[in-house]
């Protein structure tokens, strides 16, 4: 594994270090190789170091001190990826598997960003926003989880047109609905256990006139 040995400057005599690792998975499961890692300081948006992951998708950054990191994960047709307010104390942290996704699909929601939760966690969750064209929020849209095509829970959108749902790590997908606005339903989500994730907005397609009459949708294309 290629691997950050000592970040230059960072330590000072009594001061107690810790190892941040962890593993970069596509998602589908596979390891991501050769996918570059760079940790940043939260406070300050140094750049702090940057490893490239091993043939088993595994990173590490080592002999670092208390405080709050950021990481961000870049690799060729992946969608950048930043992680925030990665918290390490006195004690070493392994980071639950990291998933990218594919970038330039059509559409395709994307994480914009992910941030870890406290604690030994099975679950996660993911949240984002709908908007209309003109990037304003859509409050009150309803947004209902669908599970192998079967719908599940649902909410409501807040002022800001955001959501968030908790589950166990899966995909799903987003069927919205709001008076005066084409239904839509969004592409695939994933829940990622042990992490927060905050995915790109939705948006919903402004009704005519005439009503949402199926016939007069927009389509959308690839560009």
Known sequence: MRTLVVIGGLLAVGVAAADLKGTVKTITGDSLADAEVALYDADSGRQLGRVRTSADGAYGFFSLPPGTFRLRIMAPGFASLEVRDVRLSREDRRMPPIQAAIAGRCEQPYVEWLRPMEGNVHTGTFSGKIQDHKGRPIANAEVTVHVDRRPGVSTRTDSAGAYTFAGDEDEYRLLVRH???????????????????????????KCPRTGCLPSSKPIHFCE
């Not at 084409?182 to 995915?199: K, N, R, W």
């Open 179 to 205: 008076d005066g606005f084409f239904a839509a339903e969004s592409g695939l989500y994933s829940v990622q256990a042990g992490f927060e994730a905050h995915y790109s907005p939705s948006v919903l397609d």
